[in-house]
């Protein structure tokens, strides 16, 4: 998504009348700023609501009130922190159904993998809830002859979060626990395109027990994202999104002095070796090349099949595909889809352009979900799962993100050949390797330029007390999400060095430089 499309508000801002507003100083506070954006259900192409735009002065009131929570929040001790964590997490997991099913009628994606989401934001939320022995200091005793020297660790401050729309609740996770709980305050700017997560994600953290202004939602655009960029009360800002947007983030931030971890796009492959399980490739690449409607940073979208196994591989993955259900996310008559819409129609076309692209640079469609149609749901924003043979290495469509349930085959002659490709791509978010040889696949992990390594898995999203990042341009910043990353990126330390005086034996004066000893 391009910044000019995060910045143009709707001009449908008056065919629905439920407005999604900002969260400001512990409450929802209807925006005076006179500008929307049409949020749309994604199934049915209807807009369901409008978001609120936030102008400068909402921007000056959240970014106001977070520093006022930050001041009540962070001399708070660690013991009543951890207890509004503990309360978070239980209401999270207590209500965690409301809030897929929220996520699922502005994103598209269907309720059991909403679910998922969720489960994997209350990974980090369990992580966060130990932060007590994450952000303790050290002590070095008697460094020198009566001279201690110990670290303590503080909280930044104001920080943002810029969060995309496929995953609005588990992204923000990645960040929102880690930060408050290390004692700082947080301004959530959510996608104008599935906003109300991020309100269900304030109430929660209001029924914790969370004091007013730690917690902000600030709905908006560009004008938003760039008042946290440029603000000097904001100390940092964490983004997930596009490599474009993701570039300019850190660009912006840095120059205004601030921390920066954004994470941007990805081209994943799949490396499948003549000796892998190929039933297991084949289940493997649909899930990962389709779940989500492919709307997920961690997709994979070539698999690169080692000869001889393409063919046989492509007969596989199009007889699973010629089984998955399509449709509405919420599901009917209690049977749940496999696949839901993209979330807009502007994304649906932009995705079928690049199906247009690799046909026309003479690419073979294998499955066309061009011209998916669900019935009922004529006018949702449905994309078919498409698989692509023969695409050149030259075309668009193999080399940029796509974004969608479009999966490509390319062949390769070797594990060398196939390696290559992966690392001269210009990404390095996420890879994957299917084989039965442990040498080989060893030996992948080592070679590899990619940050985040399946090995027969292929989605391979680091548990929480891990860290989720890329290489080249799918990370800019020195700071990947959560884990260890996570707590030293929302801290920063002071080393003190201290002496006491034994008033019997006093040090006298010595301009000399000091000295250990």
């Known amino acids: ?60 009131e959240a ?26 997490r239980e209401i999270l997991n207590a209500r965690k ?20 989401e969720i489960m994997r934001g209350q990974e980090v939320v369990e992580l966060a809830t130990g932060f007590p022995h994450l952000i303790k200091g050290d002590f070095s005793e008697n460094a020198s002859t009566g001279i201690d020297v110990y670290s303590i660790k503080q909280p930044l401050g104001v920080v943002g979060i810029i969060s995309p729309f496929n995953f609005p ?33 304030a109430r929660a953290w209001k029924d914790a027990g969370l004091p007013d202004g730690v917690f902000t939602v600030l709905q908006g655009d560009k004008l938003a994202v760039d008042g946290l960029l440029e603000s000097p009360v904001v100390q940092s800002i964490s983004f997930v999104g596009s490599t474009p947007i993701a570039q300019y983030i850190y660009e912006t931030a840095s120059r205004n002095g601030k921390r920066v971890q954004a994470l941007g796009g990805a081209k994943n492959h799949m490396l499948v070796l003549p000796d892998a399980d190929l ?7 649909v899930n990962a090349g389709f779940g989500a409607a492919g709307e997920r940073c961690m997709s994979i979208s ?28 919420v599901g009917a008559d209690g049977v749940e889809p496999d696949m839901g819409p993209l979330i807009t129609d502007v994304h649906r076309k932009k995705v079928a352009s690049y199906v247009d692209i690799a046909e026309a640079d003479g690419a073979k469609i294998v499955v066309d979900g061009r011209n998916c149609r669900v019935e009922g749901h004529e006018d949702g924003f449905f994309f078919g799962p498409t698989l692509i043979d023969d695409i050149p290495l030259s075309s668009r469509a193999y080399s940029e993100e796509i974004f969608g349930p479009v999966l490509s085959i390319v062949r390769v002659a070797s594990y060398e050949d196939g390696l290559e490709l992966i690392n001269s791509g210009e990404f390095g978010n996420g890879t994957a390797i299917f084989t039965n040889d442990g040498g080989a696949a060893r030996r992948f992990q080592h070679e590899v330029e990619v940050g985040m390594i399946g090995i027969n898995v292929p989605i391979p999203v680091p548990v929480a007390y891990h860290s989720f990042g890329g290489w080249k341009k799918s ?15 929302f801290t920063r330390e002071k080393a003190v060095t201290s002496r006491w005086l034994d008033p019997a034996t006093h040090g006298g004066i010595n301009l000399g430089f000091p000295q250990n000893d």
Do not use: C
């Open 1 to 60: 998504m391009s910044i000019a499309e995060q910045s143009a508000p709707s001009d449908t801002a008056d065919t629905a009348t439920r407005v999604i507003s900002h969260w400001i100083d512990g409450a929802e506070r209807a925006s005076q700023s006179g500008r929307r954006a049409a949020v749309y259900n994604p199934a049915t192409g209807e807009v369901q609501a409008q978001v609120a735009i936030a102008d400068e002065q909402e921007i000056a």
């Open 63 to 88: 970014i106001a009130s977070a520093q006022q929570g930050f001041a009540v929040w962070s001399s708070l001790s660690i013991a009543k922190r951890q207890t509004v964590m503990f309360a978070f």
């Open 97 to 116: 159904q409301e809030l897929a099913e929220i996520i699922t009628s502005e994103h598209g994606k269907v309720v059991s993998d909403a679910m998922g």
């Open 169 to 201: 609740v588990m992204v923000p996770l990645w960040f929102i626990p880690i930060a408050i709980a290390a004692g700082n305050s947080v301004i959530l700017k959510p996608s104008e395109k599935d906003p109300s997560a991020a309100l269900w994600l």
């Open 279 to 285: 039933d297991l490739v084949a289940d493997q690449a």
């Open 302 to 329: 070539v698999v690169l099949a080692v000869e001889p196994v393409a063919d046989v591989l492509i007969e596989k993955i199009t007889d699973r595909i010629s089984r998955l259900r399509i449709g509405n996310g």
């Open 475 to 489: 990370l800019f910043g020195d700071a990947k999400a959560y884990g260890a990353h996570g707590f030293d990126f």
